[in-house]
């Protein structure tokens, strides 16, 4: 009896490891890759630039940025676990979502307050979302992944896209910075960080649903 019933469970049939040089073919993580790219295109536009602005605008000491990381340690211990929650219970793409808007106010508060010491809650806030971001990349690239054997191809790819906007941008902004100044690249780097929030937590049509647009 028990060897009859083994006979008859159909094992689910999974198909042969996508090729790392691959990039995946649905619409909804190709969807997906675009909005880090341009979420982390839009973030590093401001890097090389923000740490100068903060000294020579804003009339902040070296000892800032000590003060800054060590408050980012802290709020990171603490807000962890609390993504970590938020993710179990509503999904990676809740996360990028609340976590991609917190980072896109932070660009764009940077640009309009007057005095260094209020940028320390600047950076909290920074602190508190910038981990939801990070956890939630990974979690969705899981989520994205068809089978098992997928998901190092998509975290690979999922890195990939963050590094190649993040390492774009900056060669970008020292140019852009002599014509424009500062506070208009914070301003711009917060539309970017927004937009591609919203690109990758948008819902992506099924390749069925792709097919039958195609042949209407």
């Known amino acids: 009896m028990v060897a009859r019933l083994l006979r008859c469970t159909h094992k689910e049939r999974v198909p042969a490891a996508r090729s790392l040089r691959a990039l995946p073919n649905e619409p909804g993580a190709r969807q997906f890759l675009f909005g880090v790219w341009l979420f982390w295109f839009g973030a590093a536009i401001v890097w090389p630039v923000l740490p100068a602005y903060i000294i020579n605008d804003l009339d902040a000491p070296t000892a800032y940025f000590a003060a800054a990381q060590l408050m980012a340690a802290l709020c990171g211990v603490f807000i962890q676990r609390r993504w970590g929650k938020l993710g ?43 981990p939801g971001h990070m956890l939630g990349l990974t979690l969705r690239s899981v989520e994205l992944a068809e089978h098992e054997s997928d998901r190092s191809a998509m975290l690979g790819w999922t890195n990939l896209a963050q590094g190649s906007g993040a390492c774009l941008s900056p060669l970008i902004a020292s140019w852009l ?20 929030t919203l690109v990758m937590t948008r819902p992506a049509s099924s390749q069925a649903e792709v097919a039958v647009s195609t042949a209407n």
Do not use: K, N
Request: zero cysteines; proline letters at 3%; charged letters at 10%.
């Open 177 to 196: 910075v002599m014509h424009t100044g500062v506070v208009p690249l914070l301003f711009v780097s917060a539309a970017l960080r927004l937009a591609g």
């Open 88 to 130: 179990d219970e509503r999904g990676a793409t809740r996360m990028l979502l609340l976590s991609g808007i917190g980072a896109s106010i932070v660009a764009a508060v940077w640009g309009v307050i007057p005095y260094y010491w209020i940028g320390f809650a600047v950076e909290v806030f920074a602190s508190l979302s910038w």
